[in-house]
């Protein structure tokens, strides 16, 4: 019981850590501020961090409802494809930014030219995990459309 409550509660902090963590985010990416950028891009991958392992340990952990419900869940399956397109949503901006911290990190120029497109493509992101916690409560309580 412990573990699921732990598994739960991880789940749930990790929504405002990544809300807030992608909106500070965007918030460097349309001021072109590197440092505010990779702040809240640091927030936004602790998020992912606690997301998936608490995810997948509910899912497939033998925590809460059990993998059946989970795997046979429409909501799930809806849950899952948000999941899939804020990843892959969030590639190319993760690159960048990944290179970014390795060219700061040598002292070298940083290109922020694509920042103002990566912050549209974090707003979509926002969107897409604002929608999750309602697909989730609709799949908790076992609503099929």
């Known amino acids: 019981m412990l573990l699921t409550i732990l598994a739960a509660g991880t789940h749930y902090i990790a929504l405002g850590i990544g809300l807030t963590g992608v909106w500070i985010r965007g918030r460097g990416f349309r001021a072109g501020d590197v440092a505010t950028?990779?702040?809240?891009?640091?927030?936004?991958?602790?998020?992912?961090?606690?997301?998936?392992?608490?995810?997948?340990?509910?899912?497939?952990?033998g925590l809460e409802k059990g993998t059946a419900f989970y795997l046979h869940s429409p909501m799930f399956q809806l849950k899952m494809a948000l999941y899939c397109a804020a990843a892959a949503l969030e590639m190319w901006p993760m690159i960048v930014l990944i290179k970014l911290r390795v060219r700061q990190s040598k002292g070298l120029e940083l290109d922020i030219s694509r920042f103002p497109t990566f912050a549209r493509i974090n707003t979509a992101e926002i969107v897409v995990v604002m929608l999750m916690p309602f697909v989730a409560s609709a799949m908790a309580r076992g609503w099929r459309p």
Do not use: K, M
Request: hydrophobic share 55%.
């Open 37 to 61: 950028t990779f702040y809240g891009d640091n927030l936004w991958g602790v998020a992912a961090l606690l997301w998936i392992g608490s995810g997948l340990a509910r899912a497939f952990g």
